[in-house]
């Protein structure tokens, strides 16, 4: 079967910036993909790649086995870009329409506006709608041409909470009908929530590449430190919940995904140890610790 | 294609404001000039009217499709190119839809222009007008391009002194504001390759009843290819800069 996506050695330099720096990557239709990552992680680089807005400085990027734009010509691909906009002086029903006809096979109408939930708001002027629902019409606008691929950067950006959770629920209504569906997002619990597989990039790399428990894993947790006082430290990766061990000047770092049984294995352990602190991690701290790991690999 | 054309010539009619001012200038100008100028007999004078009346039309259909194709920088700034790219409507016909619906804001200003005139008394009659309004937009559509070029490649804020710039000289070209009869032999030679200059031109052979000067619509054709070559250029360097 061919790939809904495929990168292979991907690298794209703006002057001595690596933004992709080497990615090796293939999605298969049907997978709901979150790219995971802090922003400058190279997330948007690598959307622009895939839609042919961008030329990669080496390597292969394939869309259902086409160039990006041949993919693209052909309508098989939708998107709703963080750097793209409408004009004024349109409706939502005039852009979805215009959309529906540079599509080849686009939905019904009825069924984008219920889907974005736009019904509503159907004749009013794009540019007296709110930042979620403008938000939401970018959404119909990429979803009116019914594309096997929807790509989506930093969907949510602009919504509320409520606006956020029915935006997820209209994704999820979609991706169920059998399409690949690849979104951007910097949130961890969006990626775990509404992905069936979370890749985690940094620095142009791709550091961690699983299901939402895996990944949730490795990123999200706790940060346990305190000194060893002079004692060693063998054992301490075994110790309930660690993932991640670093000794730095007598002073054990421990990543863990249940500090509870940690803290309590350590004090039952009889080990010296003092000036206990437990941080939860915050994701860019979560990313470089991510990071370094990857790197020492 | 036409859905993108209709898309854009419905947003076009729902915001006149550009297409107002575009009919507007022109007429302001007639208005306010003809009466000052007089020839040596009321025959002569006539004579003058009827050819500002044409300068102007020119002029208003020049400035207006010309400025109203500078101003796809705004919806490049936007994102909306970037949008469109990204759907399967090829860009070729992104930039020919594009000409078309600018090149169409050149026919209310030659109507409107040339109705005031006929109404202050300019011999032309109706047929001419009909004439006049076609040829000025077909001559138009370099205008078109060369704008929306210039749209395409910069920024909002720098296209306004550069749409000047251009706007100015084609006017100038096209002996608009000086007859070119009065610039030096060098530079008349120069101003005749001009599109503005056979655009002029081609008005005032309606005017004149003459038949169209077959070189002057070579030298349009050849401008038309020029500018959409650089319209096309320049649409494309949009996609690496957004």
Redo the contacts between chains.
Sequence with gaps: MTEALKLTGVVKTFGAVRAVDGIDLSIAPGETVALLGPNGAGKSTAINML?G??EPTSGTVEVFGQSPTQA????R???M?Q????????TVR?LI???R????RPLPTDEILAAADLTEIAGRRIDKLSGGQSQRA?FA?ALA?NPDLLMLDEPTSAMDVKARQEFWAAMRAYAAGGKTVLFATHYLEEADDFADRVIVVANGRIIADGTGNEIKKVVGGRTLSFDLEGGAADGLDRMPGVTVVEVRNDRAVLRTDDSDATVRALVTSGRAFGNLEIVSAGLEEAFLALTETAQEA | MFAYLKFELRRMFREPRLLVLTVAMPVILFLAITPTVKGANPAETDDIHAYLMVAWAAYGALLGTFSSGVGVSQERTVGWLRQLRITPLPPVQVVVAKAIACSLVAIPAVLVVSVVGMLKGVDFGVGQLGELALFMWLGSIPFALIGLAVGFLLPANLAQPASFLVSFTLAFAGGIFIPTESLPKAMQNVVHYTPSYRFTQAGYDVLQKHTQSATGWLIIAAWFVIFGACAALAYRRTAATR
């Design positions: 839609l807005l961008l693209v010509r052909s309508g691909v939708g998107a870009l750097e793209a906009g409408f004009v004024a002086n349109a005039e329409d215009l959309a006809a540079v599509y080849p970018r606008f041409g």
